[in-house]
């Protein structure tokens, strides 16, 4: 029988169909079989961002304090470079979505762009090894900087391109996922990076080589999962560049509004005017975007603050001391866990409890009701750590300018001693100290007098107070020499690791070595447990970082019946040891 039109029936075919007429029935019957069928390539998508987010959230956590203190940048410059790179990271986008839509398709833009990402993340990790040179970062950040911003563009549009028209449904449930693993992946790795940076040495010094490879491995773990899903993705072939389209659009409807000949009919928006080159359906689409972008437009500047959570809030951490109490000690670079521990939290908390309670009480709560809302609480927060900078700033000593020096007195006699000095003229009492005169540079004379049991002692001497140093002066006693007064440097800027900074002073000849061992150390036998101190009689010790707990002291085997208490994180600038008594300040 020939193919026609007919009304006989043959094996379920009806031939008054064509044959076009019959494919496209079977591909809407095969449509709606597919709509049964969950995409279950979207895993390997929702893997792939996790890994991916974790490399870069635990990168970023530790970045600022590994330009500070490995590569030994200034605060200023390391805040600069840190957002240089953020802003790099965000620009980059713009170039993945041109390469996506234009030329390689979105699987092979994330394909490539993650291999970029990926070197990049082993440059880092690598050149963390010491020595420490600024070059090996730099290349390591930018292909960093190429790489996830490259991917960032297409890597949601990916997942969604797996749905089939009929599947919205699975398609907002796969957003919700893709949203909640962004966040699960920066939690962990911002939680777990600073504890290998800190808690893990290498080189004796932070371990920034593990803290960086962790994430490498999670970024090459992200590749690989990424790779594995590609027999099972739906692969959409470049549309063109939208991008570029848009501009154009954009660029001819403003020029044609400034070209317009005043006979002209006008149009109702300026966008009109290059409807001569493009669609009206494109156009229109063009217009509502920019009425979207106006509404956005202070967002940048909410951005630029909320991205100051891994800079200047990490560096301002670094000058507390992190306690929060019975959950213990948090490094400054944790910090930043708290942003996607929130979401995680309340966002359940906010659809579940909150927006049904305020519709149920007549609140208005709309989308951009919410936003507004979010960031008075947002300027409230930068509010609250302008007046946490203020306390920090109060707490700092007085700062020496050029031409100026800085000296503190400090008495570790059993009795008051009277100081003579154009700087300080006043009667120091015992185990006491001075606060901290900043004065002009120069050499002062200097005379101190004491009647201690019973015996009058008289020691005098001329000391050089350089420029922008400061100084100890210590009053001690010398059986052999009697009443002494000695010059030793001081230490008056704080610990910028969250740490104390201790000093031991000795004037028992017979002790070579004071130890401080803290008191939930379980044993005192072991030499390496505790922090050891290699004194000499009448000399000061550099100044050693360690860790805000509760210490004892003990010389030799025998305990010292006062604590050393850092718990505060006192910024310590000397330790007295005068018999059984330990004296300290801030």
């Known amino acids: 029988m020939e193919a026609g039109y007919g009304t006989v029936k043959t094996d379920g075919y009806n031939s008054s169909q064509t044959d076009s007429e019959t494919d496209l029935i079977d591909k809407q019957k095969g449509k709606t079989k597919s ?112 790489g996830t911003g490259g991917i960032k563009a297409s890597v949601a549009p990916f997942g969604a391109d797996q749905f089939l028209p009929g599947q919205e449904k699975w398609q907002n449930s796969f957003f919700s996922a893709f949203y909640f693993m962004i966040n699960l992946g920066s939690m962990i790795s911002t939680f777990l990076t600073p504890i290998l940076r800190a808690d893990v040495q290498c080189f004796g010094n932070d371990c920034y080589v593990l803290a960086f490879s962790v994430p490498a491995v999670l970024m090459l773990l992200s590749l690989v999962l990424f790779f594995l899903g590609r027999n099972q993705y739906q692969k959409v072939p470049p549309t063109g560049n939208i991008i570029g389209k848009t501009f154009k659009c954009i660029y001819y409807g403003a020029v044609g509004k400034m070209k317009r000949n005043r006979y002209e009919e006008p149009r109702s928006h300026w966008l009109y005017y290059a409807d001569d080159k493009f669609e009206y359906g494109f156009i229109e689409d063009v217009r509502q975007l920019l009425k979207v972008l106006l509404m956005f437009v202070p967002l940048p500047l909410f951005w630029a603050l909320s991205d100051q959570q891994g800079s200047r809030w990490t560096l301002q951490a670094e000058h507390m001391d992190g306690n929060i109490g019975a959950l213990g000690t948090v490094k400054p670079d944790q910090m930043q866990a708290l942003n996607p521990l929130l979401i995680l939290a309340l966002i359940p908390l906010f659809e579940k409890v909150v927006y049904p309670l305020l519709d149920k009480c007549r609140v ?86 004491s009647k201690c049991k019973g015996q009058n002692y008289k020691f005098e001497k001329t000391f050089q107070c350089s420029e922008l140093k400061a100084y100890r002066m210590i009053l001690y006693f010398d059986v052999n020499k009697g009443l002494k007064l ?37 044993a005192l036998s072991s030499s390496d447990i505790g922090i050891h101190f290699n004194v000499t009689p009448f000399k000061a010790t550099d100044f050693m970082e360690v860790e805000p707990l509760r210490y004892k002291i003990y010389e030799l085997s025998v305990v010292f019946s006062k604590l050393i208490d850092t718990s505060q994180n006192l910024r310590l600038k000397q330790w007295c040891l005068y018999s059984l008594c330990s004296q300290q300040w801030d």
């Open 35 to 146: 709509k049964k069928k969950y995409p279950y390539s979207v895993f390997f998508i929702l893997s792939n961002e996790f890994c991916e987010r974790f490399s870069y959230y635990g990168m970023r956590a530790i970045l600022v304090l590994y330009l500070t203190r490995w590569l030994s940048f200034e605060e200023n410059q390391a805040t600069s470079i840190f957002h240089a790179f953020s802003m790099m990271c965000y620009a980059m986008p713009l170039m993945g979505a041109v390469i996506a839509d234009g030329y390689l398709g979105r699987y092979r833009t994330i394909l490539y762009l993650s291999c970029v990402y990926f070197v990049g993340s082993l440059v880092l990790s690598l050149t963390a090894l010491p020595p420490p040179e600024w070059y090996g970062p730099a290349v390591g950040l930018f292909l960093i900087g190429v």
């Open 364 to 449: 208005p709560n709309r989308p951009l009701q919410r936003m507004v809302a979010g960031l008075y609480i947002s300027a409230a927060a930068f509010v609250c750590a302008g007046l946490v900078q203020l306390k920090i700033d109060m707490a700092e000593d007085t700062s020496i300018s050029t031409g100026e020096t800085g000296v503190m007195f400090i008495n570790t006699l059993p009795c008051n001693v009277h100081i003579k000095s154009p700087m300080f003229s006043e009667e120091l009492n015992s185990l006491g100290m001075s606060d901290f005169i900043v004065t002009d540079s120069g050499k002062y004379k200097m005379t101190a007098e």
């Open 486 to 522: 000695s010059q030793f440097p001081d230490k008056r800027d704080k610990p910028k690791h969250g740490n104390a900074a201790l000093s031991m002073f000795s004037i028992d000849d017979l002790v070579d070595t004071l130890t401080i061992i803290s008191t939930s150390a379980d």
